[in-house]
Structures are given as structure tokens and as C-alpha cells.
């Protein structure tokens, strides 16, 4: 059973700072990984998704990065700014199944 | 990119009654669907996947008969909560599944909120 894991479970940074989400899996035959953020009562934002093929993708001031072997992504935000406070997740697709398993989560707070 | 749209956004019931949730593609059409629930601070949980056409398959510990689920078009799924109860507060994320350069991927909805009072 794939297991995801997001780590810290909270962050604060002050604003302008760079900071670095963690999410690790437990089964590496994944089909793709999609990072998403969301606001305090509000629906997912997509983010990013990485496909098995890929070992990262950006957009914006965000880089995600996917390493299989390890069972780990990265989720990457430079320039911090008070709206990117949120909370972050990972969600992961296995080969062979249509389910995304969901990450703990991070919840992020970016200090003015 | 692929829109999934939710109805109502909110809703408010008393303890017995049963309440409808609507999840639609707007532009694409979706075999599949999926219906999760997400309790205060923490993630979101898998309830069921939804296949137009056919018996939706419940993840364990969902009960079939308090969550149906009907996927009777390939734009449309709806998820009805049975003789709501205060336990079933929570909010109700929708997804379906496309496509996007030939890769399949999961486009969400903006969530329901139910609250049984």
C-alpha cells in the first residue's frame, strides 16, 4: 500500500526567503506525482505534476523535482511572498491504478 | 486546462435528511471519477471511485448504502449522503479523470461543504 509522506507538517519562513517541501513515497512505480496548494476552506490548486518520465518541472517561482529511486519530490519555492502561505500537498498515482494517494501535508506560513 | 465544477459549494442540513452533491466536467468528458472527504486539517481521503455506467467501488471502511454515487453520464457524477448526521460534516472534493499530453491526470473540483446540524 503506497504510504505518502509530506515532512515538516508546519513551516514559517519570513517573507523573500527560499525554502524547500519535502514528500516521500513508499512504492517508486509511480505514474506521476502532482503537488497542489490550498487555502484555509477552499478547493486544490494544481500546482505542478511530474511524470514518470520527467525528474522535474517548473513554473514560475516553483521547481518540483521527482526522484524515484528514493522515494522522494521536492517542491521548491524561491522568493517567498505572504501569499504563498497555504497548505501544500503531494499526491501520488501508481502504475496500474487510477487512485491518487495524499500526502500529510505542509502548511506553510510565510512571515511579512 | 480541464474545468471540474462542483454544486452547491455549501450546504447546510438538518440531522436525517439526505443531501445531493453534483460533480460535472465541463469540457471534457470523464470515465472515471473519484470522490474524496477531507476532515479539518487533515488531507484528503479517497471515499470511492466512480465509472460511468457501473457500480461505483468504495474504498474500505465507506458504507455503499450512506454514500451512493451515480456516474450516469460521462460529464456528470453525483454523490448523495444518506440520513445525514453530524459525523458526515466535512468537505466533499471531487475529481475526473482526463487527459493532458497524452498523460492521464485528475482534474479537481472546488469542494462542497456540508455541515449537518
Known amino acids: 500500500k503506497q504510504e505518502v509522506t509530506q515532512i515538516p507538517a508546519a513551516l514559517s519562513v519570513p517573507e523573500g526567503e527560499n525554502l524547500v517541501l519535502n514528500c516521500s513515497f513508499t512504492?517508486?512505480?509511480?505514474?506521476?506525482l502532482q503537488w497542489f496548494r490550498q487555502d484555509p476552506g477552499k478547493g486544490l490548486t494544481s500546482l505542478l505534476l511530474i511524470q514518470s518520465s520527467q525528474r522535474e518541472q517548473t513554473s514560475g517561482r516553483l521547481n518540483a523535482s521527482l526522484d524515484k529511486s528514493s522515494g522522494r519530490s521536492t517542491l521548491y519555492i524561491a522568493a517567498s511572498q505572504p501569499g504563498d502561505s497555504a497548505t501544500y500537498l503531494c499526491?501520488?498515482?501508481?502504475?496500474?491504478?487510477?487512485?491518487?494517494?495524499f500526502g500529510t501535508g505542509t502548511r506553510l506560513t510565510i512571515i511579512p | 486546462g480541464a474545468v471540474v465544477s462542483q454544486h452547491p459549494s455549501w450546504v447546510i442540513c438538518k440531522s436525517g435528511t439526505s443531501v445531493k452533491i453534483e460533480c460535472r466536467s465541463l469540457?471534457?468528458?470523464?470515465?472515471?471519477m473519484f470522490w474524496y472527504r477531507q476532515f479539518p486539517k487533515q488531507s484528503l481521503m479517497l471515499m470511492a471511485t466512480?465509472?460511468?455506467?457501473?457500480?461505483?467501488?468504495?474504498e474500505q471502511g465507506v458504507e455503499k448504502d450512506k454514500f451512493l454515487i451515480n456516474h450516469a453520464s460521462l460529464t456528470l457524477s453525483t454523490l448523495t449522503v444518506t440520513s445525514a448526521h453530524p459525523e458526515d460534516s466535512s468537505f466533499y472534493i471531487c475529481?475526473?479523470?482526463?487527459?493532458?499530453?497524452?498523460?492521464?491526470?485528475?482534474?479537481f473540483g472546488p469542494g462542497t461543504r456540508l455541515l449537518v446540524l
Open positions: 469540457d471534457f468528458q470523464a470515465t472515471t
Open positions: 466512480s465509472n460511468e455506467g457501473s457500480k461505483a467501488t468504495y
Open positions: 475529481s475526473a479523470s482526463g487527459r493532458e499530453q497524452g498523460w492521464e491526470t485528475q482534474y
Open positions: 512504492d517508486s512505480a509511480i505514474y506521476n
Open positions: 499526491a501520488v498515482r501508481v502504475f496500474g491504478n487510477e487512485k491518487l494517494t
